[in-house]
């Protein structure tokens, strides 16, 4: 990556800067770094080349190999479910004040 940085000012709705802080909190770093990490996650989640065999940790792939009907080789955006869903089950950041 370049070392370059660039600014970005971007306008977020209330609840969006309530997950960036939640995450900043909960990882103990910057809003900017997670709004950086979370651009960095999206990408490579959307990689049709990461295979879930290559994203899931090894003993899950070991589990997993007992069912043969589980196929490892598609791409991880395609094994999760649907990003809209997602959060309907995690649900709005909850803040402390």
């Known amino acids: 990556m370049s070392k370059k940085t660039r600014r ?9 800067m309530n997950n960036i ?5 909960l990882s103990g770093t910057s809003k ?3 709004v950086r ?14 295979k879930l065999r290559d ?13 043969p009907d589980v196929s490892l080789g598609v791409p991880l ?6 990003l809209k869903e997602l ?4 649900g709005p950041p909850e803040l402390e004040e």
């Not at 802080?21 to 909190?25: F, G, K, N, Y």
């Open 77 to 82: 955006i395609d094994a999760i479910k649907p």
């Open 32 to 34: 900017s770094e997670v």
């Open 87 to 90: 959060i309907e089950i995690v």
């Open 37 to 50: 990490y979370a651009i960095i996650f999206t990408r490579v989640l959307h990689d049709p080349s990461l």
């Open 55 to 67: 994203a899931l940790k090894s003993f899950i792939v070991d589990l997993l190999k007992k069912y």
């Open 21 to 25: 802080e939640l995450l900043a909190e």
């Open 8 to 16: 970005l000012v971007i306008r977020l709705s209330e609840e969006m």
